[in-house]
């Protein structure tokens, strides 16, 4: 609601003549693919070129709360209390600065405003790969985002990734427990046996290195100490509702 179909085509004429070369990711301008007529763009005239196109975005009163919502909904959860990063959006919006709004929303998760929120696959696999966990074979980790349904760098459609609630689905949580056992094996194979199996004999050295700071949960515990140190409790660990749900 706060942009039309004429802002689309507004804002596309004047960022005209702007690419990205493939090979190396370089962004180029090429003058005469420009169409440099002047557009009017979210209620701003004159507005021809990046600069002026940037500043036409920056000048929306609904920039800077997006843009910090989109912050605290990454960092403190869906469904965060918006009240509490008002004030964040507005002292954004005054200079434009991203470092005192990340250290405004972890200061509030710290304080006990963050909410449970479900892990994205890519997030999920560097918190697993934190351990550290030997690197998946290529085919194996493509299989996964697929299946997962988020594939880096490449959402479904414009308007990007699906909420993090999608990824509870059936496909998501098989594709997630398939890796999880490739990563355990994985891992097993790098090191020696009694080096796999020292990996996970201590559950809250296990814990902390998954970057779990309050340990697993008691069922987590229970299940995971029925199970054998090293290939099996590692999978199990790296697959649990611990790392999916933060």
Same mark, same amino acid.
């Given at each position: 609601?706060?942009?039309?179909?004429?802002?689309?085509?507004?804002?596309?004429?004047?960022?005209?003549?702007?690419?990205?070369?493939?090979?190396?990711?370089?962004?180029?301008?090429?003058?005469?693919?420009?169409?440099?007529?002047?557009?009017?763009?979210?209620?701003?005239?004159?507005?021809?070129?990046?600069?002026?196109?940037? &500043? #036409?975005? /920056? *000048?929306?009163? $609904? =920039?800077?709360? %997006?843009?910090?919502?989109?912050?605290?909904? !990454?960092?403190?959860?869906?469904?965060?209390?918006?009240?509490?990063?008002?004030?964040?959006?507005?002292?954004?919006?005054?200079?434009?600065?991203?470092?005192?709004?990340?250290?405004?929303?972890?200061?509030?998760?710290?304080?006990?405003?963050?909410?449970?929120?479900?892990?994205?696959?890519?997030?999920?696999?560097?918190?697993?790969?934190?351990?550290?966990?030997?690197?998946?074979?290529?085919?194996?980790?493509?299989?996964?985002?697929?299946?997962?349904?988020?594939?880096?760098?490449?959402?479904?459609?414009?308007?990007?990734?699906?909420?993090? &609630? #999608?990824? /509870? *689905?059936?496909? $998501? =949580?098989?594709? %997630?427990?398939?890796?999880?056992?490739?990563? !355990?094996?994985?891992?097993?194979?790098?090191?020696?046996?009694?080096?796999?199996?020292?990996?996970?004999?201590?559950?809250?050295?296990?814990?902390?290195?998954?970057?779990?700071?309050?340990?697993?949960?008691?069922?987590?515990?229970?299940?995971?100490?029925?199970?054998?140190?090293?290939?099996?409790?590692?999978?199990?660990?790296?697959?649990?509702?611990?790392?999916?749900?933060?």
């Amino acid at each position: 609601g706060n942009f039309s179909e004429d802002d689309v085509k507004a804002a596309a004429r004047a960022l005209t003549g702007w690419r990205v070369r493939r090979s190396d990711a370089r962004v180029q301008s090429r003058p005469r693919f420009h169409d440099d007529d002047p557009q009017t763009l979210l209620g701003v005239d004159g507005v021809h070129d990046l600069d002026t196109t940037i &500043d #036409a975005v /920056l *000048s929306h009163p $609904a =920039t800077a709360p %997006r843009v910090v919502d989109k912050l605290a909904t !990454a960092i403190l959860g869906p469904g965060h209390d918006t009240d509490l990063v008002g004030d964040l959006a507005e002292s954004f919006a005054a200079d434009w600065q991203l470092k005192p709004v990340v250290r405004g929303l972890l200061e509030l998760g710290i304080d006990g405003h963050a909410v449970p929120a479900v892990l994205e696959p890519l997030a999920w696999y560097i918190s697993a790969r934190k351990l550290p966990t030997a690197a998946p074979i290529f085919n194996e980790l493509r299989e996964f985002f697929r299946l997962g349904g988020q594939v880096p760098l490449l959402p479904p459609n414009v308007g990007g990734y699906p909420p993090p &609630d #999608a990824y /509870l *689905s059936t496909s $998501a =949580t098989i594709a %997630r427990f398939n890796l999880a056992s490739h990563l !355990a094996l994985r891992t097993s194979q790098a090191r020696s046996g009694d080096d796999a199996e020292a990996l996970t004999t201590d559950l809250d050295q296990l814990a902390e290195r998954l970057g779990l700071v309050d340990g697993f949960q008691t069922t987590t515990r229970d299940a995971l100490t029925g199970l054998r140190p090293g290939v099996d409790r590692l999978a199990a660990a790296l697959a649990s509702p611990d790392l999916v749900v933060v």
